[in-house]
């Protein structure tokens, strides 16, 4: 496996693994994730199958091939989440050079030119946040330096974590903002946990020692 083809195939797995959170919950409406194919070697590509829950009927399935590559670049597993959504929503007209079927299931080929992503949501955002925290890729490595002990979605968009570290004792609680810069969210936390300024007591949470502000992290 060359360099190119390693580089696809792990983006096939972080779509895999992204794209397996919707088997029980909906990517969109009533429908759910019943497979993720890695597209064959020579389309670098993720093959995405949506229906109902606990269907597997290959005529009650629909594919959707969507190319990783965007120019020199690959397409992050949101990109392919996004790109989803919006194929799968609406009316599409896909001319019959882009319809084919696999496995007795139609298949889509997208062309990401024709389609407006659909918006990442703050839902979104959060759920990648506490899988980067739950589930870090190397479980023998301590990646974060603070484990995520619980989370609480609040009101304005807030999303309440509770940490814990061996610098820091107990639990702590930090309020953070769930958006797109959640690399530096995930390296910042460890080393936040007991910044005094931004420490509060919250006297109606009993689940933690104090509370870190990190909303305008």
Same mark, same amino acid.
């Given at each position: 496996?060359?360099?190119?083809?390693r580089?696809?195939?792990d983006?096939q797995?972080?779509?895999?693994?992204?794209l397996s959170?919707?088997?029980?919950a909906?990517?969109?409406?009533d429908q759910?994730?019943?497979?993720?194919?890695?597209?064959p070697s020579q389309?670098p590509?993720?093959r $995405?199958?949506?229906?109902?829950r606990?269907?597997?009927?290959p005529?009650?399935l629909?594919?959707?091939?969507i190319?990783?590559?965007?120019?020199?670049?690959?397409?992050?597993?949101?990109d392919?989440?996004?790109?989803?959504?919006a194929?799968h929503?609406g009316?599409?007209?896909?001319?019959?050079s882009r319809?084919?079927?696999?496995?007795g299931m139609?298949?889509?080929?997208?062309?990401?030119?024709?389609?407006?992503? $659909?918006p990442?949501?703050?839902?979104?955002?959060?759920a990648t946040?506490?899988?980067?925290?739950?589930?870090?890729?190397?479980p023998a490595?301590?990646r974060?330096g603070?484990?995520?002990?619980?989370?609480?979605?609040?009101?304005?968009?807030?999303?309440?974590l509770?940490m814990?570290?061996?610098?820091v004792?107990?639990v702590?609680?930090?309020?953070?903002?769930?958006?797109?810069?959640?690399?530096?969210?995930l390296?910042?936390?460890?080393?936040?946990?007991?910044?005094?300024y931004?420490?509060?007591?919250?006297?109606i949470?009993?689940?933690?020692?104090?509370?870190v502000d990190?909303?305008?992290w």
């Open positions: 496996m060359d360099e190119v083809e580089e696809i195939a983006r797995v972080a779509v895999a693994s992204l959170d919707h088997v029980y909906p990517l969109l409406e759910h994730v019943r497979g993720v194919l890695p597209a389309a590509a993720v $995405a199958v949506l229906g109902d606990g269907e597997t009927r005529e009650r629909t594919a959707y091939e190319p990783l590559r965007d120019g020199k670049d690959l397409r992050t597993p949101h392919v989440v996004a790109l989803l959504r194929v929503t009316t599409h007209i896909y001319p019959r319809v084919t079927s696999v496995m139609d298949l889509y080929l997208v062309d990401p030119a024709d389609v407006t992503e $659909a990442f949501t703050t839902d979104d955002w959060s946040l506490l899988r980067c925290l739950a589930r870090p890729t190397d490595e301590d974060h603070a484990r995520l002990r619980g989370f609480l979605f609040r009101e304005e968009g807030l999303l309440r509770y814990d570290s061996d610098e004792p107990g702590i609680a930090a309020d953070v903002r769930p958006g797109g810069a959640l690399t530096a969210v390296a910042a936390l460890p080393s936040l946990l007991d910044e005094e931004r420490i509060s007591k919250d006297a949470d009993p689940h933690c020692r104090y509370a990190l909303t305008d």
